[in-house]
């Protein structure tokens, strides 16, 4: 359990709060009383959670891109947070096959100018303590094991999205090493971390190519959901599960700073695995109403890795970090969340309604 009285009045700098997991992100941390800032490319539609929920009423956003150094730098020497969470990214996996150039030099690139932003600006002012880099599971080599990749397994990536993001791991781990080493921590009092987290789904999550986003889209327009890959194996979990993580972590990098300045896994139970169809045909059963899905009658020519596992027992032993939702209770909250948005509730009372079920479930 995350102390509720850390985040109050903590300063947070959040990259990418204007995409899906950034948005629930923010919501959380300003119900806990922090003062969050966020820098983002502005919503490319007014689907988004960010425009829907109203989210610049609450949190200051700084629209740019992670591309653009000085602007970035800029932005967080003004802030001058305690706490920087990055999660700006490209973050789908068929996107990049279409704009690889773009997919890396946000990816890679723009975790790099984060990174060196922190250090010039805690060069002069010495108050940012703790960066947390939000990664994915799909940085390791996948070898489609039938186990648990744990968090010390090769890095790799066949798709140019896999391969930026073990990029920016990587990119982490030499800055971490070279401006940031935890033996001399007591000089720049900067703890870095990773996290990885597997196929994060939720409410308000409108993303083309992404399975749950394609089931909402499918059922409102009447048409059954077209499936690509009906038998790969994906570690799901709710939103609100790997943030939990994240806010964990980061708690702690601040708290006890070098102790936690690695790379952590936060995934569901291993029991908890489930395939492409198997999260469809529930989500079919839970919305009702005929709604349905369909097989693919040939391969996709794109490829996708068919069996992707994380061990996260790390984090469950030093964190004190474990899912809340399993697969069936996640998707029945995406129905529930988007049926409460169709009927007109404010989507912003709605993440904090489910932010509040999150708290109190076992």
């Known amino acids: ?15 990418g709060n204007t995409g899906f997991k950034g948005a629930w992100l923010s919501i959380w941390l ?22 829907q929920s109203k989210l610049d009423r ?10 653009d150094y000085e602007k970035l730098k800029r932005a967080i020497g003004q802030v001058e947070p ?34 060196e ?11 940012i303590h703790a960066i947390l880099n939000v990664t994915t599971d799909k940085c390791y080599e996948n070898r489609e094991w039938m186990w648990g990749y744990r968090e010390n397994e090769p890095l790799g990536g066949y798709d140019p ?7 920016s791991e990587l990119a982490t781990s030499a800055y971490r090493c070279s401006f940031f080493p935890p033996e001399r921590y007591a000089e720049h009092g900067v703890a870095v971390a990773t996290a ?8 308000g999550d409108w993303a083309a190519d992404r399975l749950i986003p394609d089931c909402v889209r499918a059922i409102i327009s009447g048409q059954p959901l077209k499936l690509r890959y009906p038998e790969a194996v994906r570690p799901w979990q709710h939103v609100l599960d790997p943030l939990y993580g994240y806010m964990l972590l980061a708690e702690r990098l601040v708290k006890e700073g070098p102790e936690f300045a690695e790379a952590w896994n936060f995934g569901p139970r291993d029991d908890d695995m489930r395939t492409v169809e198997w999260m469809a045909g529930h989500f079919c059963k839970t919305w009702g109403g005929g709604a349905s899905y369909g097989l ?28 809340r939702w399993n697969a069936g209770q996640t998707i029945d909250k995406v129905v529930e969340w988007t049926k409460q948005y169709m009927q007109r509730e404010d989507p912003y009372d709605i993440c904090l309604r489910q932010i509040d079920q999150h708290f109190i479930a076992e």
Request: charged share 20%.
């Open 58 to 67: 609450h949190i200051p956003t700084v629209f740019g891109d992670v591309r």
């Open 161 to 167: 999205y896999s391969s930026s993001k073990a990029c």
């Open 82 to 115: 305690e706490i920087v969470i990055h999660m700006a990214a490209q973050p789908i996996v068929r996107e990049s096959y279409r704009d690889p150039v773009g997919t890396y030099s946000t990816n890679v690139m723009g975790t790099i100018h984060l990174l």
């Open 117 to 127: 932003a922190v250090r010039e600006v805690n060069a002069r002012k010495k108050s």
């Open 1 to 15: 359990m995350y102390d509720l009285g850390f985040w109050n009045g903590r300063n947070v700098f959040i990259t």
């Open 30 to 51: 300003h119900r806990l009383g922090s003062r969050v800032t966020g820098y983002a490319l502005e919503p490319d539609n007014e689907w988004s959670l960010f425009r």
């Open 196 to 203: 990885r987290s597997g196929n994060v789904i939720g409410g």
């Open 296 to 323: 693919p009658a040939d391969r996709p020519e794109l490829h996708e890795n068919q069996l992707l596992r994380l061990d996260c027992s790390k984090a469950t032993g030093r964190l004190g970090w474990h899912p």
